[in-house]
């Protein structure tokens, strides 16, 4: 929570819409999206960002988190939006929170809302890297082209209300699998990596890395003897090719 004097004035109208993409990287990636809404907090309060609060008896910061990653995966494309009391410079806002921010939370771009779309609407798929350790290249793309040639493919996910079947294919858009070598944590040099690119459609509920792994391990009996490690390269709105567009970018004329 801020405190009471770090409050630039809890009854100030907001001036200023900001949109900023940040990454979850390293061990954060174990961490809780509460937890991580925490830490920004309180980053801004130590840079002394001017955040607008909501009315009442105990006003919050104006801050709208878009389609947080799961716990346990890391991301270089996650969105949040504040509202601000005072005019920022994007650049300065980037400058003032890169020393508050905990190690594994960084900032990497800021962007002036300016109107049209919400940041919301502008999020409607994700483009994930998953690494998979003692899968080769050649059977990942044997299980991916099993996926792709069914139209249902029905996994099961734990919920805190139970299992929950949910069509996995239905939410996928493309899948590439690609000849890397490199990884982002080392693996013993005698395991291949097979290293697999999808993209997801936005649903409810969201379909998730491990539902994507879910899948392969039922149409292909593939399941990596090691665990896999995602990361949320980019999201945004399809277009016709099957990319993504940037959320921050300004809104066509």
């Known amino acids: 929570m801020l405190t009471r004097q770090d409050r630039p004035n809890p009854s100030a109208p907001p001036v200023q819409k900001l949109r900023l993409r940040y990454a979850k990287r390293g061990r954060l990636r174990f961490t809780s999206h509460r937890d991580i809404a925490r830490a920004f907090e ?26 947080a990653a799961p716990t346990g995966v890391a991301s270089e494309a ?7 009391v005072e005019m920022l410079e994007p650049g300065k806002l980037v400058a003032m929170l890169d020393e508050a921010m905990p190690p594994g939370l960084d900032v990497l771009d800021v962007a002036v809302a300016a109107g049209g779309q919400s940041l919301a609407d502008r999020v409607e798929a994700s483009r994930w890297r998953i690494e998979l350790p003692g899968v080769s290249a050649s059977a990942l793309r044997e299980a991916v082209a099993g996926v792709l040639a069914e139209p249902v493919v029905e996994v099961e996910r734990l919920t805190k209300h139970g299992m929950r079947t949910i069509d996995a294919r239905a939410a996928i858009v493309a899948m590439t699998v690609h000849d890397e070598t490199h990884v ?27 539902d994507v792994l879910s899948a392969l391990r039922v149409v292909a009996a593939l399941e990596p003897p090691v665990p ?9 709105r399809l277009d016709d090719s099957g990319g993504l567009s940037d959320p921050l ?3 066509r004329v």
């Open 249 to 251: 970018a300004p809104d």
């Open 78 to 84: 996650e969105y949040v939006e504040i509202q601000l």
């Open 228 to 236: 896999a490690k995602a990361t949320r390269m980019a999201q945004g």
């Open 42 to 67: 309180r980053a801004l309060r130590r840079a002394h960002v001017p955040m607008a609060f909501s009315q009442g008896f105990n006003p919050h910061p104006k801050i709208s988190w878009i389609g």
């Open 184 to 210: 982002s944590d080392p693996v013993p040099t005698d395991l291949p990596c097979g290293i697999l690119e999808v993209v997801v459609r936005q649903t409810t509920p969201a379909v998730r890395p491990d």
